[in-house]
């Protein structure tokens, strides 16, 4: 038995238990430099609700589109401050992003799911085909 396995061991369960999920997240993450799927997910976003997106405007289509993918890249496991820098936001911005899409699914705003519906379809669709 190794030194490493002797230490991990020797921790309470609840420690062994938080360490294992932390090796478990990072062995998921998806590689957070690239930007195929963020391109992906934009194009979608565009498709849905129109250009725009990447400007500053604060127009609801854009933002929208914003919170979409902020939302979807997160719920993939990519990290707020990944997104951020390809949405040309900071970590807290995506982090506000992420928790409005999450009250809007709560809540089931109307508007909000009804686009979030269609999101959800097109990218299952793309994923099963590549194909927008």
Known sequence: MTELTKQCLSLKRTERERLAK???????????????????????VE???????????????????RRLIAYQMAS??????SIGRMLNRSHSAVIHMCDLMEDAIKFAFR?????WNRFQEIIKNYDETRKI
């Open 111 to 115: 508007p909000e799911m009804t686009i």
């Open 47 to 65: 498709r849905i609700l129109g250009g725009g997106i990447m400007t500053q405007s604060k127009s609801y289509n854009n933002t929208l589109g």
């Open 76 to 81: 993939e496991g990519y990290s707020y401050s």
């Open 22 to 44: 932390i090796l478990q997240e990072s062995l998921r993450r998806p590689d957070q430099t690239d930007d195929t799927r963020f391109q992906d997910l934009l194009r979608i």
